[in-house]
């Protein structure tokens, strides 16, 4: 069996749909298809989480009554028997009409898994329509997680358990990226930009044949088209590169969804859904490593650097205290480095984490930061790499290791 995932910008409109419901016939007809919440909609379910929760009832009704016509406007377009989309927003109407004693996270999880529910239930529908043998399942009942709500953590032997009992038949199956279940029936949600990681656990469960991610690019690039012009598709990368790439920021695959499909040998191709005919790029077991330079870019970074308070050096005490502070904030770091008496992060600048964690490390040590700056990474770089990105740039910091140089920078306009 074949996984495919099409991410939110391939089904944003009726046409999208149309467009993935050719390319599942022409390419994929025994695939398991995994797919995201249409267009920005996890944003716009974020947006009513946040007005649920601070119990802003006018807010709510605008922003469900968004969500729901934007996803009747798409309906509109299409033929189908839409039935269950229509029983999701009751749903949701429902669950927003009371208000709720639940953590935060686990309201988000509630809420914004709904987005992947809704658009899979539209696809669905059309593919069954258009004469496909189509199954609809819900990824709730397959993906086994802890209750680590917005980050769920999966339960692979439950999970695999699941997935082989479930998934047979030849018909087109058709289900959730980004969302999982708890052991006692709770819905989490495993991380944004997840559904990329769902199809390689599908995959892996199923021992599929390959995956491939229909993306709005050719394929992986040797940086973001949206950052840089002379862009280069790299049409075979290995798994090691792609994980490197991945976890460094390029946010064309999520980092998670490689480790998987790298343990059962299973190819990951990425290829346009604009030029489904292109053959993009295959991840796999190839020889050798990247010959080209990458580039990755990530704005809105602080440097924050910790000092002990007590004259005490950068040991293992104090960055055990440091490292579970940053755990129980939730804010992952991008690059750290440290000297004797100082240690440096640079993180996303997210306002709603990194305030209320800055003022958990004042408690222990005299903090500075410095924000609005970038981290440029290059994966096999050399002198001129270097000296093209830091044009017009004051470089903060470096480190550099046999095939990968970090640099934090910020813009001189
Ligand atoms: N190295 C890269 N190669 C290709 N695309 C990249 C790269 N780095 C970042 N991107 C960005 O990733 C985007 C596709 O990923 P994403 O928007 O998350 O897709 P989806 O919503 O389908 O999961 C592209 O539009 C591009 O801007
Ligand atoms: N819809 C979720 C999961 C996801 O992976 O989306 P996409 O495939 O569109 O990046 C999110 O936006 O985070």
């Known amino acids: 069996m074949k996984v495919f995932k099409f991410g939110g910008a391939s089904v944003k409109d009726?046409?999208?749909?149309?467009?993935?419901a050719k390319i599942v016939r022409t390419q994929g007809q025994t695939a398991m298809v995994v797919i995201s919440a249409m267009g920005k909609t996890t944003n716009a379910l974020e947006d009513l989480v946040r007005a649920y929760t601070h119990h802003r009832t006018n807010e709510v009704q605008k922003h469900f009554g968004l969500i729901r016509s934007y996803h009747n406007s798409v309906l509109s377009e299409l033929s189908g028997d839409f039935s269950r989309v229509h029983q999701t927003f009751a749903?949701?109407?429902?669950?927003?009409?009371?208000?709720?004693?639940?953590?935060?996270?686990?309201?988000?999880?509630?809420?914004?898994?709904?987005?992947?529910?809704?658009?899979?239930?539209?696809?669905?529908?059309?593919?069954?329509?258009?004469?496909?043998p189509t199954e609809w399942l819900d990824a709730r009942q397959l993906i086994r997680t802890d209750t680590n709500f917005r980050e769920g953590q999966v339960d692979w032997n439950e999970t695999n358990r699941r997935i082989y009992q479930v998934v047979t038949g030849k018909s087109i199956k058709v289900t959730q990226g980004f969302i999982g279940?708890?052991?006692?029936?709770?819905?989490?949600?495993?991380?944004?930009?997840?559904?990329?990681?769902?199809?390689?656990?599908?995959?892996?469960?199923?021992?599929?044949?390959?995956?491939?991610?229909w993306k709005d690019v050719p394929g992986v690039l040797n940086a973001d088209p949206k950052w840089f012009d002379d862009t280069v598709l790299l049409d075979k990368l290995t798994y090691q590169d792609a994980i490197e790439l991945a976890y460094y920021g390029a946010t064309v695959i999520h980092p998670k969804t490689i480790k998987p499909l790298q343990n059962k040998s299973i190819p990951l191709y990425v290829r346009s859904f604009l030029k489904p005919d292109a053959?993009?790029?295959v991840i796999g077991n190839s020889e050798g490593h990247l010959q080209t330079p990458s580039f990755i870019f990530k704005i809105k970074q602080v440097l924050i650097s910790l000092h002990p308070n007590d004259f005490?050096?950068?040991?293992?005490?104090?960055l055990s205290r440091i490292f579970g502070r940053f755990a129980q904030a939730g804010v992952k770091?991008?690059?750290?480095?440290?000297?004797?008496?100082?240690?440096?992060?640079?993180?996303?600048n997210n306002p709603d984490r990194v305030p209320a964690l800055l003022a958990q490390l004042k408690q222990d040590f005299r903090v500075s930061y410095n924000d609005g700056l970038e981290l440029i990474t290059i994966r096999y770089y050399n002198q001129n790499t270097i000296d093209r990105v830091l044009i017009h740039k004051k470089l903060l910091l470096e480190q550099k290791s046999r095939y990968t140089v970090q640099l934090v920078v910020k813009d001189l306009g």
């Open 312 to 318: 005490s050096f950068i040991a293992e005490d104090n």
């Open 91 to 132: 749903q949701l109407e429902a669950y927003l009409s009371k208000p709720s004693t639940a953590a935060h996270d686990d309201i988000y999880d509630q809420i914004v898994s709904l987005g992947e529910v809704l658009s899979t239930q539209i696809v669905a529908a059309y593919l069954a329509q258009t004469g496909l």
């Open 14 to 20: 009726a046409a999208g749909v149309r467009n993935l």
């Open 279 to 281: 053959p993009g790029t």
């Open 333 to 348: 770091i991008n690059l750290m480095q440290n000297t004797a008496i100082s240690f440096s992060v640079v993180v996303d």
């Open 181 to 213: 279940q708890t052991p006692d029936g709770r819905t989490t949600t495993l991380g944004r930009e997840g559904s990329d990681y769902s199809a390689a656990i599908f995959a892996y469960c199923l021992n599929a044949e390959s995956v491939t991610i």
